[in-house]
């Protein structure tokens, strides 16, 4: 049948159904998915004739209207239609007037935060604590806002902002900031902290000098006065030396610090004086003031209140005057010594007495026991129950005990040795400031007290220890010296056996000191001073399992090490800015100059200007080995003025004639009448006088031939 829309096969209706349903679905359901509509819709043409087959017609759709839209690719919609889902072409507008608005609907927004960063916060607080601390001058307030803030990883950089605010202020904010800083120590800052903080102060050294001309100064002040108040070691200024580089400003400081404040005489006071001091006041008033603490907390009995007063008065410094002064107010109310001991060992506990002041404070009363026996009959027994007492509760050293005699005294309490040290003690900071070895030896042999040798071998050392590398080397170079002049192999070892015995006593003060004394043993070694059998001889009168027994194992392993010599010459630097194989080639050109015809006494001041008189027998020994070698006794000549003048003494000529002798067979490789010349230059010593009485007798076998002469 025709008609004028032509006619569909039954499969084409089917088809038409089915996509005029999926576009009523659509219509009602915008929000549909496109994928699931499938139109098709036939244009039969005009004529009435079918197409052969059914020819689909894509997106078709049916509008509100009724009427069939072309539709966009992909679902999209035209005219009066609702588009396609998250339809991005067209812009969306929400009505927030709908009764239907929902805020959610919002488009959202990425705002921009910044992000804090905790070490800026902490720096912006403590920077509020240190302004606040130096408007109030409170110092119990900043620490406990310190406290309160937390962050104790940081602390280190409170040290740094503290010390740089103050250095850009007056002395009055710089005394401040070194009280603050012993008030916060061990107590809110540990001591490793406090030592970070330092470290990176000298690091930003040349930063700070930028701002402030006079950086390095002030830095050095404040260095030196942590040391003075114990709350840095004196070995930190070697450790940080070490860690810097020798150009930067923070190098400069720690050499400023060593040389121009801790080095003085009398540099503790100094320092502490230098910003107008922290109490203003004098010595005296320091002990009325403690002496006032302590009559309060006897009556109080408040230990927690005196430990803060002492640690207010400020002076670490003068702490063994409070162990003094407590031991005495024990014994002179007898009540009052359970309390007095209870404070003594929590303020030791604490770390708010050193072990150091605290032995120096009973070592200071028993010296006055005598004087405190007229008021105190009873004083020496009084003060011989206490020390088991303090010792057996750890707050006393039990070395202390090691010189005390069975009566309580002493035992190198004794005038004699009192005043051979102190007398010691002048001779070597002179030699330290002089650097004169003929004067050191002159002022030793006056003190004519060669039995006490061991004594000065370890006070020597162990005042270079805490001194720079100069006065270290100058130690080691001094001990040659000695060794070859006045000192024997007995001196020099019962020296170091006392060294090590006290090591760990040393260590309280210098942190490095096993380190260091395993390097002035080895180094003994390497100076001939020292045979290596002598180590075992010292180890063997150290007491068992003692720290001593590892250095001396340390300065075995340094002596074996390669290269072990050249090292060893120079681990102080060297006192005299050449090795030894430099000295030994200028000592060959000097005397080659001398037999080619120069003056005697141009070579004797070169050999003055060596500066080595300890070094002296190598002159000698090259002498007469030229002498053999040139045939030529011109070489005497020199000697013979050298020893006129005093230049080269008896001992350093005995050694190098000591040391031909020991060579001789070797020599007369060379020199095949080695034996016979060296016969004629001892006989020739002798009569001249050159020699000591004793190398007579060791040489009567160096030859059959003693009276040729050539």
């Not at 008189?613 to 045939?631: G, S, Y």
Request: aromatic letters at 6%; hydrophobic letters at 40%.
């Amino acid at each position: 049948m025709a008609s004028t829309e032509g006619f569909l096969t039954e499969e084409q209706r089917e088809t038409l159904k089915i996509a005029t349903q999926n576009a009523e679905v659509l219509s009602s359901s915008p929000k549909s998915p496109t994928s699931l509509l499938s139109e098709h819709y036939l244009k039969v043409p005009a004529s009435g004739k079918a197409p052969n087959v059914g020819i689909a017609v894509r997106h078709v759709r049916r509008s509100h209207s009724g009427k069939l839209v072309r539709v966009k690719k992909d679902g999209a919609g035209g005219k009066g239609t609702w588009g396609k889902l998250l339809d991005t072409d067209v812009e969306s507008h929400i009505d927030r007037n709908d009764p239907n608005y929902d805020s959610g609907e919002e488009p959202y927004q990425l705002v921009g935060a910044t992000i804090s960063d905790p070490l800026d916060d902490y720096k912006k607080a403590v920077a509020s604590i240190i302004e606040e601390y130096f408007s109030t001058g409170d110092v119990e307030v900043a620490a406990s806002d310190l406290r309160e803030l937390g962050s104790s990883e940081y602390h280190p950089y409170f040290i740094k902002r503290l010390v740089s605010m103050a250095m850009d202020r007056h002395d009055k904010e710089k005394e401040m900031a070194s009280v603050l800083l012993s008030a916060l120590y061990a107590d809110v800052i540990s001591p490793d902290q406090i030592r970070d903080g330092f470290v990176i102060l000298l690091e930003s050294a040349d930063d700070l000098a930028v701002d402030i001309l006079d950086a390095v100064d002030i830095l050095a002040l404040f260095v030196a006065r942590a040391v003075v108040d114990d709350i840095l070691p004196p070995a930190f200024l070697t450790r940080a030396k070490k860690t810097l580089p020798a150009s930067s400003k923070g190098f400069q400081v720690i050499q400023t610090a060593e040389k121009s404040y801790l080095s003085a005489p009398h540099h503790a006071e100094l320092v502490e004086r230098r910003w107008g001091g922290s109490t203003h006041i004098t010595v005296e008033e320091v002990k009325k003031k403690i002496a006032d603490l302590l009559r309060e907390y006897v009556e109080s009995g408040d230990a927690f209140e005196a430990c803060r007063c002492i640690r207010e008065l400020g002076v670490s410094f003068f702490h063994h005057e409070v162990v003094k002064r407590a031991l005495v107010l024990a014994m002179e109310i007898r009540t009052a010594e359970p309390l007095i001991l209870k404070l003594l060992k929590e303020a030791a506990e604490e770390g708010l007495i050193s072990s150091s002041q605290m032995a120096k404070g009973f070592a200071r009363l028993e010296e006055s026991l005598d004087d405190l026996a007229l008021d105190i009959p009873s004083a020496r027994n009084l003060f011989q129950s206490i020390v088991p007492v303090a010792i057996s509760e750890g707050w006393l050293d039990a070395s202390f005990m090691k010189s005390l005699g069975e009566d309580g005294r002493v035992q190198q309490g004794d005038e004699k040795v009192k005043r051979y040290k102190e007398e010691v003690v002048t001779i070597i900071h002179e030699y330290f400031l002089s650097d004169d070895i003929p004067e050191l030896i002159r002022s030793l042999e006056d003190l004519g007290a060669p039995e006490f040798n061991p004594i000065f071998l370890k006070k020597v050392i162990t005042l270079a220890m805490d001194r720079k590398n100069r006065e270290k080397e100058m130690a080691s170079v001094l001990l040659s010296a000695l060794h070859i002049e006045i000192f024997s192999t007995e001196d020099i070892v019962n020296g170091f056996v006392m060294l090590l015995e006290s090591a760990e006593d040393t260590a309280l003060d210098i942190l490095d000191a096993s380190n260091e004394l395993a390097l002035f043993l080895a180094r003994a070694v390497i100076d001939d001073v020292l045979a290596p059998l002598n180590l075992e001889e010292i180890s063997s009168k150290l007491p068992p399992n003692c720290s001593g027994s590892e250095t001396v194992r340390v300065a075995r392993s340094l002596i074996a090490a390669r290269h072990a010599g050249e090292r060893l010459l120079r681990c102080w630097g060297g006192g005299t800015g050449w090795a030894v194989e430099d000295a030994k080639d200028k000592i060959m050109k000097l005397l080659e100059e001398y037999e080619s015809g120069g003056v005697v006494s141009e070579a004797c001041q070169c050999i003055r200007d060596l500066g080595m008189p300890f070094f002296n027998h190598e002159v000698v020994k090259k002498a007469l080995v030229m002498a053999m070698e040139k045939k030529n006794d011109r070489m005497l000549d020199l000697l013979q003025e050298c020893f006129s003048e005093g230049l080269i003494t008896t001992n350093q000529m005995t050694k190098g004639f000591t040391r031909i002798k020991d060579g001789l067979d070797d020599l007369a490789l060379d020199i095949p009448n080695a034996k016979e010349k060296f016969t004629f230059y001892v006989e020739y010593a002798r009569k001249k006088g050159w020699l000591l009485p004793a190398f007579g007798s060791s040489v009567a076998d160096a030859s059959p031939l003693p009276g040729v002469a050539t």
